[in-house]
């Protein structure tokens, strides 16, 4: 079966300092990587996604970028964090191909910018 | 991707049948219909998927009309624990490889003792 995980699940950074976000997908080839994040009480924000290694297209263009190293493997990343970049951040995973949206979620991740 | 709109929120209470309806009125000839329930501090999950008619899980029931203009998620006898934000996405995926996702508001249902 398949699974996805990411991390860490919660980390406290201050204004400024870089952020790395990992995630990896096992049971699956080429599946479509997405980012997303989730400030407090709203919607989801698609940050990211991925057809394939390399392949990122993104969003929106703000200071955070993606790279996915590795057919499975989506890494989200900040230079230097803002304050507004905290929030809840969710990688998922789809099957190219696949009828309708049918997306599958990892544990996600807070941010918390200090 | 076709725009999909909900409530933004719904209340009931224990027991109680809930109908949330989601309006897509651009939905294309290969596009899906699919619910997602999300609770607080976790990733949305799937719910169910259609393309026309009825379509039933253990979960819930999901009715789509001829025009598949707008679609009903129908949630039997609710409890406490359903309370949670539920999001309608609408889309094909089959011819599109590059598969962007995007999530609408959703609708946030709130169930009461």
């Known amino acids: 079966s398949q699974t996805i995980h990411q991390w860490p699940a919660t980390l406290v950074q201050p204004v400024g300092s870089p952020l790395s976000l990992e995630c990896t997908v096992e049971g699956t080839s080429n599946p479509n990587l997405y980012w997303y994040r989730q400030a407090a009480g709203r919607g989801l924000q698609l940050l990211f996604y991925s057809v394939g290694i390399g392949q990122i297209s993104s969003e929106v263009p703000q200071n955070l970028s993606a790279s996915r190293p590795q057919d499975r493997q989506f890494i989200l990343s900040s230079k230097k964090l803002l304050l507004s970049d905290s929030g809840f951040y969710l990688c998922?995973?789809?099957?190219?191909?696949?009828?309708?949206?049918?997306?599958?979620f990892g544990e996600g991740s807070w941010l918390t910018v200090v | 991707l076709a725009k999909t709109t909900q409530p933004i929120s719904m209340d009931s209470y224990e027991g109680q049948e809930v109908n949330i309806t989601c309006s897509h009125n651009?939905?294309?000839?290969?596009?899906?219909i699919t619910w997602y329930q999300q609770f607080p501090s976790q990733g949305p999950r799937f719910i169910i998927q259609g393309y026309k008619t009825k379509v039933t899980n253990e979960v819930a029931s999901l009715f789509i009309p001829a025009d598949r203009k707008s679609s009903t998620l129908s949630l039997p006898r609710v409890s406490l624990s359903d309370t949670a934000v539920y999001y309608c996405?609408?889309?094909?995926?089959?011819?599109?490889?590059?598969?962007?996702?995007?999530f609408g508001s959703g609708t946030r249902l709130s169930i009461r003792p």
């Open positions: 651009n939905i294309a000839t290969n596009d899906y």
């Open positions: 998922a995973w789809s099957v190219p191909g696949s009828s309708g949206n049918t997306i599958y």
């Open positions: 996405l609408v889309g094909d995926g089959v011819y599109s490889s590059a598969s962007k996702i995007i």
